[in-house]
């Protein structure tokens, strides 16, 4: 699976928009970007993932750059329930291959 | 998607002891795995467990220490057997599930083993 690099730690005013980017250059054409979220002592919970169109769920959306080494994901409006660890991954999941996670970047809602 | 639950939610066990830790699932799923996350880490894979097979172990984890069953498709145990304090940990199970074109992974809340 794709290397990803995420910056280590952000803060977000609650109410505005809470963009999360991340690297991949490396990632290969069949494998996709997902995102997840790991709230204190919580099991990792999914948010959204994408092949190279944008994609939105009613929890964010996931914009990825048409060359695909990065992608971005966007909480339209943060609120203090979103300050968690948000992982970026990329992996085909074919297979019997399983997330690899890395360090993720800790999203802290400022009220 | 797949709702997961495990059992028990967190422990604490004393050294040289084993502890089971069940992980059941809503629906049949080919693909489970189980993590490990230790204090301020990230995930770590522990190995696959596939219905009707042997698991599939990561490197630095070995059966002996955490032999896995999975006797169908909605549920696995993993055990930690010979417990020390390095040994403490949150063990999470996880599931792949087909999703349209691709593939999505879900977690269950996670065990918290405390080894004192």
């Known amino acids: 699976d794709a290397k990803t690099t995420q910056p280590t730690s952000m803060d977000c005013a609650e109410g505005?928009?809470?963009?999360?980017?991340?690297?991949?250059?490396?990632?290969?054409?069949?494998?996709?970007?997902?995102w997840y979220r790991q709230i204190h002592s919580q099991g990792p919970q999914y948010i959204i993932h994408g092949l190279k169109n944008n994609e939105?769920?009613?929890m964010a959306s996931l914009i990825i750059t048409e060359d695909r080494k990065s992608s971005t994901l966007i909480l339209p409006h943060?609120?203090?329930?979103?300050?968690?660890?948000?992982?970026?991954?990329?992996?085909?999941?074919?297979?019997r291959r399983a997330l690899t996670f890395g360090s993720g970047t800790r999203l802290q809602v400022q009220p | 998607s797949a709702v997961i639950s495990q059992k028990p939610s967190r422990d604490i066990c004393q050294r040289g002891t084993s502890?089971?830790?069940?992980c059941q699932v809503d629906s049949q799923v080919t693909m489970m795995f189980w993590y490990r996350q230790q204090p301020g880490q990230s995930l770590t894979l522990i190995a696959t467990a596939n219905q009707g097979s042997e698991a599939t172990y990561e490197s630095g984890f070995v059966i002996d220490k955490f032999p896995i069953s999975r006797p169908n498709l909605t549920f696995?145990?993993?055990?930690v057997s010979n417990m020390s304090p390095e040994d403490s940990s949150i063990y999470l199970c996880s599931v792949r599930v087909r999703a349209a074109s691709s593939y999505e992974q879900y977690f269950g809340p996670g065990t918290r083993l405390t080894v004192t």
């Open chain 1, 16 to 34: 505005r928009a809470a963009n999360l980017p991340c690297n991949h250059s490396t990632i290969s054409g069949n494998e996709y970007v997902y």
């Open chain 1, 56 to 58: 939105t769920n009613e």
């Open chain 1, 78 to 95: 943060a609120t203090l329930r979103d300050t968690a660890v948000y992982y970026c991954i990329v992996s085909a999941l074919t297979g």
């Open chain 2, 19 to 22: 502890l089971t830790i069940q």
């Open chain 2, 76 to 79: 696995s145990t993993l055990t």
